[in-house]
């Protein structure tokens, strides 16, 4: 198992930006998918972004496509690294609590589901005014 902390959520105004961060420990990280989805006060918990455990390959819902990145910096000799997702020209609608979340094996996991993820965070909140 590895276990995920997730920083960075704050409140800003719509077209504002803002940067998560994901620290994972634990296991050898950097043979995980990690995931990014997000989870609005009585909606169900939804995909926003994934990367490939060699950062190669990315996937993004298109609701959040062209402008949030997701990339992750895979550092060599360590079980501690981070994964990143960086938010720009964000809308009221972007408010939600944001998981990260880590798929375990070597395969990109392009799983969109949130049960495709055995590893989650414990959220992060952003809050986008209008």
């Known amino acids: 198992q590895v276990q995920l902390v997730e920083s960075g959520g704050g409140q800003v105004q719509a077209g504002g930006s803002l940067t998560l961060s994901c620290e994972a420990s634990g296991h050898t990280f950097s043979t995980y998918t990690m995931g990014w989805f997000r989870q609005a006060p009585g909606k169900e918990r939804e995909f926003v972004a994934s990367i490939s455990w060699r950062g190669s390959s990315t996937y993004y819902a298109d609701s959040v496509r062209g402008r949030f990145t997701i990339s992750r910096d895979n550092a060599k000799n360590t079980a501690e690294n981070t994964v990143y997702l960086q938010m720009n020209s964000l809308k009221p609608e972007d408010t939600a609590v944001y998981y990260c979340?880590?798929?375990?094996?070597?395969?990109?996991?392009?799983?969109?589901?949130?049960?495709?993820?055995?590893?989650w965070g414990q959220g992060t909140q952003v809050t986008v005014s209008s």
């Open positions: 979340a880590a798929s375990a094996g070597t395969y990109y996991n392009t799983g969109t589901r949130p049960t495709d993820f055995g590893s």
